[in-house]
């Protein structure tokens, strides 16, 4: 299947991917990677285990002579969402798990390794479905980050994730950038790895439009806030002002109000907000009132990926996830393939908008400019942010 050095550098990656989901736990104890806090997030024990389980379901089992699981019994605990390979754990209840424990998830890993590193390099495995396998990794490091971000936010003490200060922002210039009408191309070409709901490529008519060069900072969302922003109907879609109302939204999930001055639960702990660093953890609905506020709108997927191509953008990659306006849908021509790896993506294209870009939690090397994530309008415990646009003309 690969050649010798194909499988060389396989077996390379798939090291030093595996080795950075470890490398997140650094400064967790096993007490924190067993806790729940929200259904939507997942105890850093389950998405260690979890990514292994990918491996060993789609790549161990059909292709291992004589395959026989670490634990039958994790079929069921660590599948997600895929109803081809059969039944799954409740996911609101995975912090009830408190067996396996760590030390077992992680024999649990290295089991899976020494078994997936001899296919590798044997040559024995289909490249593709491996590196689907890595990128989920990838995809779960980030989660990693953001489920115990959140868990830590309830804990008076503000424990960190991460040793030291958070590294100070340096604002990027101001601006807007303009784009004739045209016709456009989006979606992923190529040989290079991609998930299936980047794909097809295909064409998109755009009329002219603005871009801001830089992303939203956490200084001009406060200016948002001291407008009286989230008392102020007239910025929000109905369903968004129900939810502020409903949930006791005044500000980013992680803004805390102390002194007379702001202050932001990150990664590091409790800090005094960096007002030039990007804003994060906001809703689909703050985003677009934020726009509306200021005079703005969130651009199109198709006007974000056509204006982040032309390199005349600061900050697309590695600040923030940044709301675009459109709904995640499937692309035209665009089809999951029959197996259970076709539900990776393509049924959960109802009810959630798309985000572009990637955030500070995004492991290096995990960006592209064609990559789709999504979320749920309300979804506020992500590294999620906003850019504006602007329509130009008639
Ligand atoms: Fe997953």
Redesign the pocket.
């Known amino acids: 299947m690969l050649q010798p050095n194909g499988a060389a550098e396989l077996a390379a990656r798939y090291v030093s991917i595996r080795a950075e989901s470890l490398a997140r736990t650094a400064h967790l104890t096993p007490e924190d990677m067993t806790a729940q806090s929200m259904p939507d997030a997942s105890p850093v024990k389950w998405h260690l285990a ?2 292994s389980w ?1 491996f060993e379901t789609f790549l161990l089992e059909p292709h291992e002579p004589g395959f026989a699981p670490f634990c039958a019994g994790f079929r069921e605990l660590f599948n ?2 895929y109803n081809g390979v059969g039944a799954q754990f409740s996911r609101p209840q995975r912090g009830l798990l408190t067996r396996p424990d760590v030390q077992t998830v992680l024999a649990y890993r290295r089991d899976v390794d020494v078994r997936m590193q001899a296919l590798i390099q044997a040559g024995a495995l289909p490249p593709g479905l491996v590196e689907l396998g890595l990128q ?1 990794e990838q ?2 490091q980030e989660l990693m980050w953001t489920d115990v971000l959140h868990l830590f936010s309830f804990n008076p003490a503000h424990p960190a994730c991460l040793p030291g200060a958070p590294p100070e922002a340096s604002a990027a210039p101001e601006g807007w950038v303009a784009f004739p009408a045209t016709l456009t191309q989006t979606g992923h070409a190529g040989a290079e790895f991609c998930f299936d709901n980047e794909t097809p490529r295909h064409r998109q008519f755009l009329e002219a439009f603005s871009m801001a060069a830089r992303l939203v900072t956490k200084g001009e969302y406060a200016a948002f806030i001291a407008d009286s922003g989230y008392e102020r109907p007239e910025f929000w879609l109905a369903e968004g002002f129900d939810f502020i109302r409903r949930e006791g939204v005044g500000a980013p999930l992680y803004w805390r109000r102390g002194d007379g001055e702001w202050y932001e639960f990150c990664l590091h702990g409790l800090h005094r907000l960096d007002e030039a660093a990007p804003v994060t953890q906001i809703s689909y609905y703050e985003a677009d009132a934020y726009a509306r506020w200021a005079g703005a709108r969130l651009p199109s997927e198709a006007e974000w990926e056509h204006a982040a191509a032309s390199g005349r953008l600061a900050q697309c990659f590695g600040g923030a996830w940044q709301w675009t306006s459109s709904a995640y849908a499937p692309y035209p021509g665009f089809c999951a393939t029959p197996d259970a790896i076709g539900e990776y993506n393509g049924k959960f294209m109802v009810n959630q908008y798309v985000l572009r870009g990637s955030s500070l939690a995004t492991p290096a090397g995990h960006e592209r400019l064609t990559y789709r994530n999504f979320f749920p309008a309300q979804a506020r415990w992500q590294f999620s942010g906003l850019r504006l646009a602007r329509s130009v003309g008639p």
Do not use: I, L
């Open positions: 979890h990514t990918f997600s969402y989920h995809q779960h």
